[in-house]
Nanobody, 121 residues
Framework: QVQLVESGGGLVQAGGSLRLSCAAS????????MGWFRQAPGKEREFVAA????????RYANSVKGRFTISRDNAKNTVYLQMKSLKPEDTAVYYC??????????????WGQGTQVTVSS
């Protein structure tokens, strides 16, 4: 498995921006599709964005399309989530995951510990 550590979460006002980072170690990072998921209190974990092994393909949840951008740097073993025009409904714990290039939770076998993002109105 690959070990994942997220960073970059915090408190931001609505309309603001944050960039999350996820540093990977262990197995060869460039072999994996990577994803970002989020979970708000009392809700199920939901897909946010995914990127394929070389960054050549990406996909997004409709709720974040046009506002969030996923990217990766295989030389640094890191995946990023740039979030702009944040809304209070984006408030959640954000998780990085390694697996295949997919949008369902079951396609990812390694997960980070999560980082809290809070958007105030």
């Amino acid at each position: 498995q690959v070990q994942l550590v997220e960073s970059g979460g915090g408190l931001v006002q609505a309309g603001g921006s944050l960039r999350l980072s996820c540093a990977a170690s262990g197995r060869t990072f460039s072999n994996y599709g990577m994803g970002w998921f989020r979970q708000a209190p009392g809700k199920e974990r939901e897909f946010v964005a995914a990127i394929n092994y070389n960054g050549g393909a990406t996909r997004y949840a409709n709720s974040v399309k046009g506002r969030f951008t996923i990217s990766r740097d295989n030389a640094k073993n890191t995946v990023y989530l740039q979030m702009k025009s944040l809304k209070p409904e984006d408030t959640a714990v954000y998780y990085c995951a390694a697996g295949t290039y997919a949008s369902d939770v079951t396609s990812f076998g390694s997960w980070g510990q999560g980082t809290q993002v809070t958007v105030s109105s």
